[in-house]
């Protein structure tokens, strides 16, 4: 059976019933408005018959407002979280409802016999500057009322001994965006200070009434001066070089740094206090993020069979999650440890069908390439831990070498369209077994090419965050108490983020035209020494204080 769709005094009851709180508050607005009105305009003593036409006027000026209010719907919302839109309606509402009341006024107004002192006393029932007084009051009552936990701060208090004290270097967009944010959530703990920025013309002006008290070279005087705990970096499009400085600037002034993440990391382009992290060693790199032609990757991975060896270890494993984005219409992730290729298939959203083979299993490499026919390969299987691989050479060029040599023929046999091998630097002038086993399996995938196949090798240096590499070592170290153990104090190496070597694979296997070797121009290297002293600082210690650091030659 249809209902009936309720009339519109029906459904004003409705809503009245649901804020009847709010409606009533309205009224009191209005009616309180109006009688302040007319009690300024009379300076306190006004005409008995001006009271008498007030009480007459005012309970139809309030339900009028109500009505509007609800017409405009400012009944049932939820206010806290109202913007600049729901302010406009209400501005809107307020207008609209005065010049109702005007012109009401004026047709009350006049020679009426029933109001006696409508001759005496005027052409309008009321004053025209009540009239008027009254509708910017109930508009700036209604508003006060809405928007009372933004401009009173009635919210929810952290006390203040448990916020932290924080300076925001970067009072541009983004730190603009935090420092709302962190006003209009004091659960999140922090207490904006001020604003630091190296734009003189900012320095003394105020942002969201956080006032711009410096540059950074200020923050040691700032931090000791202002008990500041915590600086927060509020710049996204920050090079790592920027980041560097100021971490070094923090260390001097013993406060922790954090930073926002990357432009491309920020999902919409709208940050928040919550988007800041921890400073991480990749944001010490030393150079500017290779960015990826993301169209031309899409273009040979979507609706293609994809094979990754490797696939349980870091570069693999990455490789796979990138790959998945792009759609490819079956993607296959080999690897002969099972613990960590079980882990990555219930870790990557997506359908990512397992493949248990040891590519030193000529053999079974060519049935699975017979099987399934891959379509694109990324070779990222093989052993790579320096110091061990000096002492077993014959497991380095059994995996890197003939692995890569099984794999590349029967990439051939099965009519695979692109062949990517993950290589290394340590393969421009080899001096270890390692970076020897690369060069050769370099030389393998090249003599290969021209056979119907793209093939191509990708060289780059150490990845931060891989299992068994140094950044790890360290932190495995600290943990212990230390010492962290180098080398050589002199000894240098270039490092990339896991993220960025992925999408270098990628963007090679795009490229490649057949036989090239890329290598990614990696900027300044980075003493192993500084590396390890950033380590111990990153793990919140201080090094040769808290962890000695140790030459082991």
């Known amino acids: 059976m249809r209902t009936k769709k309720r009339k519109w005094p029906q459904r004003l009851l409705a809503w009245a019933r649901r804020d009847v709180v709010l409606?009533?508050?309205?009224?009191?607005?209005?009616?309180?408005?109006?009688?302040?009105?007319?009690?300024?305009?009379?300076?306190?003593?006004?005409?008995?018959?001006?009271?008498?036409?007030?009480?007459?006027?005012?309970?139809?000026?309030?339900?009028?407002?109500?009505?509007?209010?609800?017409?405009?719907?400012?009944?049932g919302q939820m206010w806290r979280y109202a913007s600049i839109r729901e302010a406009r309606r209400l501005l809107l509402a307020g207008l609209v409802v005065t010049g109702f009341v005007l012109a009401s006024s004026e047709l009350l107004g006049g020679q009426d016999p029933r109001l006696p002192f409508s001759h005496d006393l005027g052409e309008r029932v009321l004053?025209?500057?009540?009239?008027?007084?009254?509708?910017?009051?109930?508009?700036?009552?209604?508003?006060?009322?809405?928007?009372?936990?933004?401009?009173?701060?009635?919210?929810?208090?952290?006390?203040?001994?448990?916020?932290?004290?924080?300076?925001?270097?970067?009072?541009?967009?983004?730190?603009?965006?935090?420092?709302?944010?962190?006003?209009?959530?004091?659960?999140?703990?922090?207490?904006?200070?001020?604003?630091?920025?190296?734009?003189?013309?900012k320095i003394g002006r105020t942002l969201h009434g956080i006032k711009v008290i410096g540059p950074r070279t200020a923050i040691p005087q700032l931090v000791e001066g202002r008990h500041i705990n915590q600086v927060l970096m509020t710049i996204p499009s920050a090079t790592s070089e920027l980041v560097r400085e100021v971490a070094e600037v923090c260390e001097r002034a013993a406060v922790p740094l954090r930073v926002l993440p990357s432009v491309k990391?920020?999902?919409?382009?709208?940050?928040?206090?919550?988007?800041?992290?921890?400073?991480?060693?990749?944001?010490?790199?030393?150079?500017?993020?290779?960015?990826?032609?993301?169209?031309?990757?899409?273009?040979?991975?979507?609706?293609?069979?994809?094979?990754?060896?490797?696939a349980g270890g870091s570069i693999g494993s990455e490789i796979v999650r990138q790959v998945a984005a792009f759609g490819p219409s079956e993607l296959l992730a080999l690897d002969h440890d099972e613990i960590h290729l079980h882990e990555l298939v219930t870790d990557v959203d997506g359908g990512v069908r397992p493949v248990?083979?040891?590519?030193?299993?000529?053999?079974?490499?060519?049935?699975?390439?017979?099987?399934?026919?891959?379509?694109?390969?990324?070779?990222?299987?093989?052993?790579?831990?320096?110091?061990?691989?000096?002492?077993?050479?014959?497991?380095?060029?059994?995996?890197?070498?003939?692995?890569?040599?099984?794999l590349a023929r029967a990439a051939v046999?099965?009519?695979?369209?692109?062949?990517?091998?993950?290589?290394?630097?340590?393969?421009?002038?080899?001096?270890?077994?390692?970076?020897?086993?690369?060069?050769?399996?370099?030389?393998?995938?090249?003599?290969?090419?021209?056979?119907?196949?793209?093939?191509?090798?990708v060289r780059f240096g150490n990845v931060v965050g891989s299992r068994g590499g140094v950044i790890q070592t360290f932190l495995r170290q600290i943990e212990h108490g230390g010492p962290v153990t180098v080398t050589d104090a002199g000894m240098a190496r270039y490092?990339?983020?896991?993220?960025?070597?992925?999408?270098?694979?990628?963007?090679?296997?795009?490229?490649?035209?057949?036989?090239?070797?890329?290598?990614?121009?990696?900027?300044?290297?980075?003493?192993?020494?500084?590396?390890?002293?950033?380590?111990?600082?990153?793990?919140?210690?201080?090094?040769?204080?808290?962890v000695p650091i140790t030459m082991v030659g």
């Open 495 to 546: 490092f990339m983020s896991i993220e960025e070597a992925v999408q270098l694979v990628l963007q090679a296997a795009a490229l490649a035209e057949g036989g090239e070797v890329f290598t990614l121009e990696m900027g300044e290297p980075m003493k192993i020494m500084d590396l390890a002293r950033r380590v111990i600082r990153l793990a919140g210690q201080v090094p040769e204080r808290d």
């Open 356 to 406: 248990l083979a040891d590519v030193r299993d000529a053999w079974r490499i060519d049935d699975l390439f017979e099987e399934l026919r891959p379509q694109v390969v990324f070779h990222a299987a093989a052993h790579k831990h320096l110091p061990l691989l000096e002492h077993h050479a014959g497991e380095g060029l059994r995996t890197n070498v003939l692995g890569t040599a099984n």
């Open 127 to 201: 004053p025209l500057s009540v009239a008027v007084l009254g509708g910017v009051m109930s508009l700036l009552g209604f508003g006060a009322i809405r928007f009372q936990s933004r401009l009173f701060g009635f919210q929810r208090r952290i006390a203040a001994e448990s916020q932290k004290r924080v300076l925001l270097f970067g009072a541009g967009d983004a730190g603009a965006m935090v420092a709302r944010d962190i006003l209009r959530h004091p659960e999140l703990g922090l207490k904006p200070v001020g604003f630091v920025d190296d734009d003189r013309r």
């Open 265 to 310: 990391e920020i999902v919409g382009g709208r940050v928040s206090a919550r988007d800041i992290r921890d400073l991480r060693i990749e944001d010490l790199l030393g150079r500017q993020m290779v960015q990826t032609d993301l169209q031309a990757v899409r273009e040979i991975l979507r609706g293609r069979r994809v094979l990754v060896t490797g």
């Open 23 to 75: 409606v009533l508050l309205d009224l009191a607005v209005v009616i309180m408005s109006f009688m302040f009105a007319l009690v300024l305009r009379f300076e306190g003593e006004v005409p008995e018959g001006y009271w008498n036409a007030f009480w007459i006027f005012v309970p139809g000026a309030a339900l009028a407002y109500a009505y509007i209010n609800f017409s405009f719907g400012l009944y």
């Open 413 to 457: 046999r099965a009519g695979v369209e692109r062949f990517v091998l993950i290589s290394t630097d340590k393969a421009v002038r080899p001096t270890s077994v390692m970076g020897a086993s690369k060069w050769f399996a370099e030389q393998v995938v090249r003599s290969h090419d021209g056979r119907g196949c793209i093939f191509s090798a």
